[in-house]
């Protein structure tokens, strides 16, 4: 079993002891996922480029649990969905790979309507 | 190589072919981050119920390009970081469990904090 | 002076006196008054429709102290560009109109570039 | 009649010709509030500090479209709920005072649980 389904198992074996599908409906596992990565952005809220560095390493833990909280959630709406997030990461760098051609996007973090 | 260090690897290769590395310090891959998740969740604004189900089959390819691009930021920071996102999560599994015992939060979607 | 203006010259009042002035820059400015909107959301998280009502009503204290976390750095925000949010409203308010005639929009919640 | 309510009115009139109330219940109004600021935040996506400046000056208008947006869905979160939003925000100053002493805040920006 791929690495990402045998961890959306643990995820959804974990809701699922807990009968928490009934709350998880499409509209609220995405609001979710941007509460927890507000709570990640946190971390870095007034802090300068030096600062952000220094937090990164003192604090890798706490933000390592951020990060998982984001995955929580990102693998189950996926699943929820019946989405391949594998599949859908490659084809998306794909996408993108069109939009941001390398000759015009290198060097430069212009957005691909205004490149 | 596990697949979650096989897709980061190719997003770095992507990155790197752009000379985006100057770009993505800790604050704004977060905020990245935020913002795709704000994506992601602008396609359910507005909708009841049952037109957060349709909407999700009928536009199912383009929410998997903004999970796409979640799960993108996410590898990503996670690699920057050098967090093992995949212990991570399993860790955070473990941390939720003791959260949120079974006999006190089965079929309730109350706050750890507030059990 | 007006009520936004003199709102304004308090909260200003406040962080010059703590010297905040160096760390608010746009950006930081930005991110926070996103945290602190994603504070407010955090209310309704999981919430049915009944539960959204009842909570709003048992937490309106809590639910001021977050709207009013919105209101300080909004309000900042377009002091510090030089932004007369009133007038900014009054204006956004006729492009609205334009973007969502009343016969085409009347009860829907369709976004403009669908309409 | 104070500045704000006139605004406020002016905003409830709007949705009320277009019938919107039906749609502007607390979880979505708070969920749009969250995707507006995220709209303005994406103005600063990767910008340097000099960038982010330039920007500001170069694209006022864009942004104060932003604010006023975010400023719409507050007055009107503010208003559904009864909250005097004018009353709230010198509420809250004066608890920030209390939670951030000037002796001991002043030039830093650590947050009042670490203070």
Chains 1, 2, 3, 4 share one sequence.
Not at 17 to 28: A, I, L, S, T
Not at 84 to 107: F, M, R
């Amino acid at each position: 079993m791929s690495e990402i389904k045998e961890l959306t198992n643990k995820i959804k074996k974990f809701q699922d002891e807990r009968d928490w599908r009934q709350f998880h409906n499409h509209k609220d596992v995405a609001l979710s996922l941007v509460l927890e990565a507000a709570e990640l952005l946190e971390h870095f809220q007034w802090k300068s480029p030096q600062e952000v560095d220094q937090h990164a390493k003192e604090c890798k833990d706490e933000i390592a649990d951020e990060l998982a909280d984001v995955a929580i959630y990102l693998f189950e709406f996926a699943d929820n969905l019946g989405i391949d997030l594998s599949s859908a990461i490659e084809q998306k760098i794909v996408k993108n790979g069109i939009e941001y051609p390398i000759e015009k996007s290198k060097g430069r973090h212009t957005k691909h309507n205004k490149l």
